[in-house]
């Protein structure tokens, strides 16, 4: 009975991790295209491109008029833009 228990445990535990593991490592690489975003205000007037490297992951930065936005791929491509 205990051996079932424990498999119960694992079999639902185990994949509720992962998930929750994914969603941290999404929130985190917002962030840091987020930050990528503030670094691209600072520049404005001297450059239009850039990219940032932060954790092994490149956020490529453009400005458009008022427009910002930053491209990133973890697992898949990713594009978060501010007006």
Request: glycine share 6%; aromatic share 10%.
């Amino acid at each position: 009975m205990g051996v079932f228990v424990l498999f119960m445990l694992a079999t639902l535990f185990i994949p509720l991790h992962y998930k929750m593991y994914d969603i941290q490592q999404e929130r985190k690489h917002a962030l840091h295209a987020s930050a990528t975003m503030l670094e691209a205000v600072k520049q404005h007037g001297i450059a239009t491109t850039g990219t940032h490297i932060i954790d092994g992951i490149s956020y490529h930065w453009r400005l458009e008029g008022q427009r910002i936005c930053v491209r990133y791929t973890d697992r898949r491509p990713h594009e978060r833009c501010v007006s």
